[in-house]
């Protein structure tokens, strides 16, 4: 997959989708639409406002919102473990026993 040049136009994307394959098995795994331009600039933007806001949090409620994503991580833990070991061809049974 190439880059998309900066100069692009949501145009190029429109209708691109990104096929995952399990690099174990070969095998086509979920399919995602690509993002546009002006979607892809717009999240990043969010993504620094976000920031921005995070680094002046207090360490005690950064720490209050990490332990609940901890927890929220934790009650579907088995749907995480196949997230990750899905995009690198790993079975479940291997996710749990690398904890």
């Known amino acids: 997959m190439s880059a998309t040049p900066r ?5 190029d994307m429109s209708g691109t989708t990104l096929q ?11 399919a995602y639409r690509a993002h546009t331009l002006d ?5 990043a933007a969010d993504c ?5 806001l995070w ?4 360490m ?7 332990h609940a994503a901890a927890q929220v991580m934790r ?4 749907r995480y473990a ?3 070991s899905c995009g690198r061809g790993a079975r479940n049974a291997a996710a749990w026993s690398a904890k």
């Open 7 to 11: 100069n692009a136009t949501d145009k």
């Open 20 to 30: 995952t394959v399990n690099p174990a098995s070969g095998e086509n795994g979920k």
């Open 39 to 43: 979607e892809a600039r717009s999240i």
């Open 48 to 52: 620094a406002r976000a920031q921005k």
């Open 55 to 58: 680094r002046r949090s207090a």
């Open 60 to 66: 005690a409620e950064r720490s209050r919102l990490m």
């Open 75 to 78: 009650a579907d833990k088995s």
């Open 82 to 84: 196949a997230l990750m």
